[in-house]
């Protein structure tokens, strides 16, 4: 199992969501950001950073107005706290050219991460969803080594309409799945903690921030979900995870 070690104050992220279509989310998280840089020691977004990922030689080669936004607020940060990007369902294209560009690292799809809070398993949580077997076929196709290469070797204007069909797709199917479909499985949780060797996960993906306890025969552990950023609709939503000698601290604020 990969390891990250990280000291002092860190904050973790995650479904931001940035695209063409969020404005109001990318300047309010750009705020965040500057927060970042100016509380925290790291920061780590892990997963769904961007509303779709089409491959990072969009962002090399005449990337659009709110790519390059996004391109230049990242490298800032990057600039002044350790960043590291992890991938998520929509974003799962993110490789180390992007991070390169960024000056930020790239988070293993799933790792323990050790802070002064403690050692926690942290996934974008997409993977604990066994019970949306629909999206678990969609997943193993689209990381498959041939499936991706075939993508990325298409026009960018391809890449960007089949992406845009696909999140057409996406959301017309979440209409017809249930809520409990869409969950995090708790056994699939507590798997991976047993073989993490773990008592907490951190996760978002859901959109149902929650720091919940789930019993298991070896004693109680904990799930830590993170909420998603939405200013685009009314109650704006947002929140990050704090994680320092005092302990994770669960932040759902809309301050910025
Ligand atoms: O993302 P969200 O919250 O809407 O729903 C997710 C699951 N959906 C997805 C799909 C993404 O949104 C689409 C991302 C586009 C990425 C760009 C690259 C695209 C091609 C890359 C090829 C290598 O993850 C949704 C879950 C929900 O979370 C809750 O967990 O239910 O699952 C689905 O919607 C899966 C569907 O049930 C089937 C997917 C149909 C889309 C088919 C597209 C195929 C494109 C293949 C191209 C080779
Ligand atoms: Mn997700």
Known sequence: MNKLSLSGTVWVASDIHLGEETPKTARAFYRFLES???QADALILCGDIFDAWIGDDHAQTD?????????TQFRQTASRIPLWIGRGNRDFLMGPDLAELLGARLLPDRVVLSTAAGDMLLSHGDEYCTDDLAYQRFRRIVRTAWVQKAFLGLGLPTRRRIAAWARRRSKAGRAGKSMHIMDANPKAVIDALRKAGCDTAIHGHTHRPATQTLQTPGGPVTRIVLPDWDYEHEPARAGWLSLDAQGAHLIQDTRF
């Open 63 to 71: 990337p659009p107005d709110w790519l390059a936004e996004a391109l």
């Open 36 to 38: 970042a840089c100016d």
